[in-house]
C-alpha cells in the first residue's frame, strides 16, 4: 500500500515583540503564537478522475458467512485401522506381505506355529473322549443315589468329575476357535502346530513389524492394516472459537500438493473437551465421494470453515486502503468546478467475499455519502 500523507498546515511564528523603558533595557515581554492544524483533505480533479477510471457508490448491505481458517489432516476413523497380534504367542513363518499391498477380509496373513497349540488340541480330543464316559457314570450313579442303593458321596464325584470336564471342554472349545481351529473337524490325525492369522477387514498393509522366524507374544504388534473406504478429516481449533462450531457447517478444504480446487466437507463431530494445548479436535465427512478416493491418510490440509450468515454492510475492496496498518476510505465532501474535494474516513474491515469486504467506519457517516468505490488506492 501506499502511504498517506496529509496536508499539514504551515507553522505561523509571529514578530517578537521588546520594549524598552526611559531608564533602562529591561525586556517588557515575549509573545509568540504558533497554530498548527492537520487539514485532511484530498483534491482530486475531473481529469485525474477520468484517467484513472474513478467511480463512486455507496454501502450495500450483504449477507456475509464469517469463516475460521483451520488446519488439519486426513485421518482413517479408529474402525478403519486395525492391528493385528498374536492371541498366542508362537514363530511367524509363511509372511509374504509388503507395506501397500492390498488385502482382503478373511485372507491369510501369515501362520504361528507353537507346540502349545498341539497341547489345546490334544486336551481338546482327550476331554471330549471322557465326557461320553462321565455323563454315562453320571446318570448311573443318579439312579443308584434316588433309589438309595448308593453312597451320597459317590453319586457327588460322579457329578463333579463329569461337570467338571464338561467346563473344561467348553473352555478349549473357545480357546481354539480364537486360533481358527474347528472343533467339530477336529480328529488325532489332523492336528497341527501351525494356525493362520486372518485380516479382519478389507484394505491395506500399513506397518510390519515383524519377520519370518521371529518369535511375537501375546501383546506383539505383528501388522498395521488400513481400511481407506471411509476417510474423514480432522482439523483443530482453538479454545476461543470453540462456542462458534456446529454439527452440520460446511467445511471448504484445499490440499496444496493435491491437483483439486476445492473440497468440500460436512463436521458431524466436534470434540466435548478441550486438550491440553486448549485445542478442539472437529471431524468432517467428505461430501464427495469420488474425491476423497484422492486423499491419502496423513495429508495436511488447510480449511475455511464457514459460520453462519449475518448482514452486514459492504464495500468493493478497492474502496478501501491500508496506510500504516489503518484503514480507510475516501468520501466526497464537496464537488467544485474543477473536480472534487474528499476526506478520509477511518474505517474497521471484517470479512470479505467475492471481492466484497464488511467494512465498519470508526465515526457516524451519512448513509447518502457517494464513496471513492475505485481507484481510493492512486490517492494515498
Avoid at 533595557?25 to 487539514?39: D, K, L, P, Y
Avoid at 474513478?54 to 449477507?63: H, P, Q, S
Avoid at 471431524?283 to 452486514?312: F, Q
Avoid at 476526506?343 to 470479512?351: A, D, S
Wanted: aromatic share 8%; charged share 25%; with cysteine.
Amino acid at each position: 500500500m501506499k502511504k498517506f500523507i496529509p496536508y499539514i498546515a504551515s507553522l505561523f511564528v509571529f514578530s517578537t515583540m521588546i520594549s524598552c523603558g526611559n531608564s533602562s533595557n529591561e525586556m517588557e515581554g515575549i509573545e509568540v503564537e504558533e497554530a498548527v492544524s492537520s487539514v485532511e483533505q484530498i483534491e482530486l480533479s475531473n481529469a485525474q478522475f477520468a484517467a484513472l477510471n474513478m467511480a463512486w457508490g455507496n454501502f450495500e448491505e450483504r449477507n456475509f458467512s464469517e469463516h475460521l481458517s483451520l488446519l488439519g489432516m486426513v485421518r482413517v476413523p479408529t474402525e478403519g485401522r486395525q492391528e493385528i497380534t498374536a492371541i498366542y504367542g508362537g514363530y511367524v513363518s509363511d509372511l509374504k506381505l509388503i507395506e501397500g499391498e492390498q488385502i482382503r477380509r478373511g485372507q491369510v496373513l501369515f501362520y504361528l506355529e507353537n507346540p502349545e497349540f498341539v497341547r489345546l488340541q490334544q486336551e481338546y480330543l482327550e476331554s471330549k473322549g471322557q465326557l461320553d464316559y462321565l455323563k454315562a457314570e453320571y446318570e448311573r450313579q443318579k439312579t443308584l443315589y434316588s433309589e438309595q442303593i448308593s453312597a451320597q458321596k459317590n453319586f457327588l464325584k460322579a457329578e463333579a468329575e463329569y461337570k467338571t470336564t464338561q467346563a473344561k471342554l467348553a473352555g478349549l472349545t473357545k480357546q481354539l476357535a480364537m486360533l481358527s481351529i474347528n472343533v467339530d473337524a477336529l480328529q488325532p490325525e489332523n492336528i497341527r502346530s501351525k494356525i493362520p492369522v486372518y485380516s479382519p477387514i478389507n484394505g491395506f498393509v500399513e506397518t510390519i513389524d515383524v519377520v519370518p522366524g521371529s518369535y511375537i507374544s501375546e501383546t506383539t504388534r505383528a501388522l498395521t492394516l488400513l481400511n481407506r473406504d471411509h476417510l474423514h478429516i480432522e482439523l483443530i481449533a482453538y479454545e476461543k472459537d470453540a462456542a462458534k462450531i456446529k454439527v452440520g457447517q460446511k467445511v471448504r478444504i484445499s490440499i496444496p500438493d493435491l491437483d483439486v480446487d476445492e473440497i468440500v466437507a460436512e463436521v458431524y463431530v466436534i470434540s466435548q473437551s478441550i486438550n491440553e494445548d486448549r485445542q478442539v479436535m472437529i471431524h468432517a465427512h467428505i461430501l464427495d465421494e469420488e474425491l476423497e478416493k484422492s486423499l491419502v491418510p496423513g495429508m495436511y490440509v488447510e480449511s475455511e470453515l464457514d459460520l453462519e450468515d449475518r448482514l452486514v454492510k459492504v464495500l468493493p475492496e478497492t474502496a478501501v486502503v491500508e496506510v500504516e496498518d489503518e484503514n480507510f476510505i475516501l468520501i466526497q465532501q464537496s464537488k467544485t468546478d474543477s473536480g472534487f474535494v474528499l476526506e478520509p474516513i477511518k474505517v474497521k474491515v471484517g470479512i470479505s467475499k467475492d471481492g466484497f469486504v464488511e467494512v465498519v467506519p470508526l465515526s457516524e457517516l451519512d448513509p447518502n455519502a457517494m464513496i471513492l468505490t475505485k481507484g481510493a488506492f492512486s490517492l494515498m
